[in-house]
């Protein structure tokens, strides 16, 4: 991607080959195609927007009610809805800022040939900046985390992608609903993955004592929000410490303290996810705090503040 004026040499991050403006990225199925948050703030100012996951076809989704509100977080089970690959190039790229940020295509498939399709699509696409390899959705019943869990599976799919990506960063998204994350995220590493995303959502379930029903038609969902923040950070941590690769912290990230707490513990940039929900300006809000709050902290560099955290 290339840089721009208003890019700032203290927040600016490279992962790989991948060089954003800044570290603050929005997560996939949060932020929908990134047009939808247009009124609320400059998309442009954002180090990158993972858009919407797609697929080759279109998805309607889980029925309904697929989103419920839990003590400190939400519970959803929206299925991955997405108006399919072909339709997002021809009526949504277009019109995203992918000249001045980077905008990341976020896949989903339930097979690894439909990964490998997918990539080979999106890999001929000048507008995306790079691809992120969706393994962890728990709301679906094919594909999504089944291939997040097994270590080989995952590597499969990881491999099927990158061989299709061209010159497109690979970014895989890990799962935390693991027994050990550091054996997926090696696995995926040795397969050719580029960077890591963590945290997806955890598995979870809400019901109401008064119909004895579950509060999601799927009544299985995915929880997220700040009550997650600890989980993410000690999984960003951990493969941060066991992997070579550079991490995308995911996980409870609502201010801008949230977002130098996963840099201080090994990540170099990160997704705001929920956040987005409860205030659609919330992503750019940040972005806005954030050159403040290192100037506060007498942050220099990110070389400075990044893995620095005294254990």
Known sequence: MSQTSSTNPIT?????NLCLKNPILTAS????????????????????????????????????PRIVETPCGMLNAIGLQNIGVEKFLAHKLPKL?????AIIANLYAQT?????????????EK??????????????KEGGVLFGQDP????????????????????????PNVTDIKVIARAVEKAGADILSLINTLSGMAVNIYTQKPMLANIIGGLSG????????????????????????????????????FILVGATAIQIGTANFMRPDKAFQIVEELPRKLAQLNIGSWSEWRGKLKV
């Open 127 to 140: 507008g995306i900046a790079a691809l992120e390899v969706n393994i962890s959705c728990p709301n679906v």
């Open 152 to 175: 080989d599976m995952a590597a499969q799919v990881t491999e099927a992608v990158k061989k299709n990506a061209g010159n497109k960063p690979v970014i895989v998204k890990l799962s």
């Open 97 to 101: 800022p992918w000249k001045e940020t």
């Open 226 to 261: 700040p009550a997650i923040k600890p989980v993410a950070l000690k999984m960003v941590y951990e493969v941060v410490n066991c992997t070579n690769l550079p991490v995308i912290g995911i996980g409870g990230i609502s201010t801008v303290e949230d977002v130098l707490e």
């Open 112 to 124: 690894k040939e439909e990964f490998a399709r997918l990539a080979e699509i999106l890999a001929r």
């Open 12 to 16: 600016t991050v490279s992962l790989g």
């Open 29 to 64: 199925g949060t932020f929908g195609y990134g047009l939808e948050f247009a009124p609320y703030g400059n998309l442009s100012s954002l180090g990158g927007i993972v858009v919407k996951g797609l697929s080759l076809k279109p998805r309607k989704g889980n029925p309904v």
